[in-house]
């Protein structure tokens, strides 16, 4: 038996004109609100005292500021009751949520730059969940079930089948069958009162875009609208204050758009309102699954009660081990870098530079690698810097270089496209010359890893998106790890904690697509995640006085005077 509340507060946020987080659009700006956005906050306790703080909220994105924030306020508030590795913070991933909430500087372009009232708004409604929940916490039987979609409900496509193909251990699948290159089954985590169910966590990866880049209005997309869909049927079934989250599983090549023959004509016709509509519709899918499994057989969550670790590492220059990188002695991360391929976006969800640019600037990119590998006149560090740099990043078309700051090895302030070319490059160099982002991060680097065992279950806690199959291979080494345990089933969940990237397996790196493109620290990226979480795995074999990993690494702090020449700007009239 376990003590559990549950709670959802609307994150308060007045639409000002600042563009939105996630298809990095200049003219995706919120002036209105569709359907509100929320933090909804479960709290876990075992007979131990040993508790589990999961929130998931209607954003795009998790970042260190908002975390930071929301750890700070929760240790006021709760005193020694609260510990950080036991607090998970995911989001919906929306695309239609607010931006400008990172301390890094690069997804914030667009916003434009970093708005400290939206982190004051997230971190005011996350706490305001969590102490409800705690406050409200009673005897709750938990249990797991899970369900799976039948291929023809139409609720999500592989938007990369043709990476996906790449890798050994999947069935090939066609254009026509993009929608079986997932994984289409959904956990339910339920919590029940007197055999009714009060809340629910739901686990299904597919990305929140039904809605697209021309609307201006705030939107929980498919995912809020399956919470708000559930509730309002829980209720009806005799709950009095219930809390549905449908969190993100593996959705990193994962659409709610059809992806096949005339994918493109298809997605043309859905316009307008209709975006809202069909958002609603796919929410309702996941919705209507997440009961399939509430009345199917459950499992009751027993066993050790809760544990949970989080480490944060530095993904800069991470060596893999062989087991997970074929093999290879040298397996090697490197600065973060965006690819040509992350900047021409996907054709259908977001498309992003127009392919005649696109061209170009895969030409110069492999002009630049042949000039720095071959070039007599570098010096025998820089030659070694970039061949470092380039057999980490492998195949990948180098637009961008988040380490040194560059762009198509053109330092940022001194770009030569036109500031009339594209407003965010615009911004990019007008940011670069004013001095806010010489000492600052571009993208996170130093990454929380998380794995929280409930009972039977163990939840892995990752940062970024996971493609199908590297969530697949992710899962399969931490349940290896964990054998022997008690632990039955692994669990996976994404966007946790922070936000990163694209995390996609070495053979679906080789074609570069737009999750390639946007997986920065190289072809080795998940190689690195299996060996980091591997070791922290091992680590919650032992007892706890017995744990040696790193508690106190955490991501680097902006210079203040950097940060404050990036906040507070002005969103375009």
Aim: net charge positive; proline share 5%.
């Amino acid at each position: 038996m376990y003590t559990a509340g549950w709670s959802k507060q609307q994150i308060q946020l007045t639409p000002q004109g600042y563009a939105m987080h996630g298809y990095g659009q200049w003219h995706h700006r919120a002036t209105g609100v569709q359907l509100p956005l929320y933090c909804r906050a479960l709290y876990l306790e075992d007979q131990r005292g040993q508790t589990l703080i999961f929130c998931c909220l209607d954003l795009g994105y998790v970042t260190h500021a908002m975390r930071s924030g929301i750890c700070a306020r929760l240790t006021d508030l709760l005193g020694a009751r609260f510990c950080e590795q036991q607090l998970v913070l995911t989001c919906t991933h929306t695309h239609s949520g607010p931006g400008g909430c990172s301390h890094e500087a690069l997804y914030n372009l667009v916003t434009p730059g970093f708005v400290p009232a939206h982190v004051d708004a997230i971190v005011n409604a996350t706490t305001a969940a969590v102490t409800e929940a705690w406050q409200t916490a009673q005897a709750t039987d938990i249990s797991v079930a899970e369900a799976s979609f039948s291929p023809q409900t139409p609720v999500a496509w592989n938007r990369s089948v043709e990476a996906y193909n790449q890798n050994p251990e999947v069935t090939q699948r066609n254009a026509r069958n993009s929608h079986l290159a997932l994984d289409r089954t959904m956990p339910v985590i339920a919590l029940r009162r007197q055999g009714r169910t009060e809340a629910l966590l739901s686990l299904f990866g597919v990305h929140a875009t039904c809605v697209g880049n021309r609307r201006h209005r705030y939107d929980g997309d498919n995912k809020g609208y399956a919470a708000a869909e559930a509730e309002a049927r829980l209720r009806r079934d005799g709950a009095h204050q219930p809390v549905a989250i449908f969190a993100q599983g593996t959705a990193g090549d994962v659409s709610p758009h059809y992806h096949g023959p005339g994918a493109a004509r298809r997605r043309r016709r859905l316009r307008g309102e209709a975006e809202y509509t069909y958002a609603r519709q796919n929410g309702s899918y996941q919705s209507d699954l997440a009961f399939q499994a509430l009345h199917r057989q459950h499992r009751g969550i027993n066993g050790s009660g809760i544990q949970s670790l989080l480490s944060y590492v530095d993904f800069t220059n991470r060596q893999a081990d062989a087991r997970f990188a074929d093999g290879e002695q040298m397996a090697c991360t490197s600065e973060p870098c965006h690819g040509v391929s992350f900047f021409a976006g996907t054709p259908i969800d977001g498309p992003g530079m127009p392919a005649v640019l696109a061209r170009g600037a895969r030409w110069l990119a492999r002009r630049l690698r042949k000039q720095r590998l071959q070039g007599a006149s570098a010096t025998t560090a820089e030659r070694a810097y970039y061949q470092r740099l380039y057999q980490a990043q492998g195949p990948k078309d180098i637009l961008l270089e988040g380490g040194r700051k560059q762009i198509l090895g053109m330092p940022l302030q001194r770009l030569k496209l036109p500031d009339f070319a594209d407003p965010v490059v615009a911004e990019l160099k007008r940011q670069a010359r004013a001095g806010a982002i010489e000492q600052s991060a571009l993208v996170p680097t130093v990454l929380p890893l998380q794995i929280v065992t409930l009972g039977q279950l163990a939840l892995v806690c990752c940062p970024g998106e996971f493609t199908t199959v590297a969530g697949q291979r992710l899962r399969e080494t931490v349940a290896q790890e964990l054998a022997g345990t008690g632990v039955e089933q692994v669990l996976l969940c994404t966007y946790c904690n922070d936000y990163m990237g694209y995390v996609t397996t070495r053979e679906e790196y080789q074609l570069q697509h737009y999750e390639g493109g946007h997986t920065v620290f190289g072809q080795w990226t998940l190689a690195a995640f299996q060996t980091e979480f591997s070791r922290l795995a091992r680590e919650l074999r032992k007892p706890a006085a017995e744990r040696n990993h790193d508690r106190k690494t955490r991501p680097p702090l902006p210079p203040a005077a950097e940060l404050a020449l990036r906040s507070n700007l002005a969103p375009p009239a």
